[in-house]
């Protein structure tokens, strides 16, 4: 039986691929970039290993290297909702994407299900 609690509206694919982030500023001006590892993907989110702690609301700039892809990285806008701590330079931090063009989500959905199919073994 499903857990109540899980609020989850997307299967989750636990892939490690790049994510590089940069935190929004006031007035429109972003952080330095700075690289991640993704735990797991959805069509709504992202679980990132992180260099540095991250506040819950923070807005992201973020682009996401899919698979051996050699065309520019996917670009989105995500914000941090939970972060927990692993180590002193690690932390497990859930993004949800709140905007990502629509060539980009094609792009991105594309290779979500590419990848969930390759997991179970069916081909789309």
């Known amino acids: 039986m ?3 609690k ?9 892939i490690a691929i790049s994510v590089s982030y940069a935190i929004e500023k006031a007035g429109g001006e972003t952080s330095e ?3 991640a590892v993704s735990g797991d993907i959805s069509a ?3 679980r990132l290993m992180t260099p540095t702690p991250l506040e819950s609301g ?4 973020l682009e996401i290297f899919i698979g051996d ?10 914000e941090v909702v ?3 701590k692993i180590s002193d330079t690690s932390f497990e931090t859930g993004v949800i994407i709140q905007h990502m063009d629509n060539d980009a989500k094609k792009r991105f959905m ?3 299900f590419d990848q969930m199919s390759r997991f179970v073994g069916i081909k789309i």
């Open 2 to 4: 499903p857990d109540p």
């Open 6 to 14: 899980e609020r989850r509206k997307f299967a989750r694919l636990d």
């Open 33 to 35: 970039y700075a690289e």
């Open 44 to 46: 709504s989110g992202l």
């Open 58 to 61: 923070v807005h992201l700039d």
């Open 69 to 78: 892809d050699p065309s520019p990285p996917v670009k989105a806008k995500g």
């Open 82 to 84: 939970w972060q927990n």
């Open 110 to 112: 594309a290779f979500v």
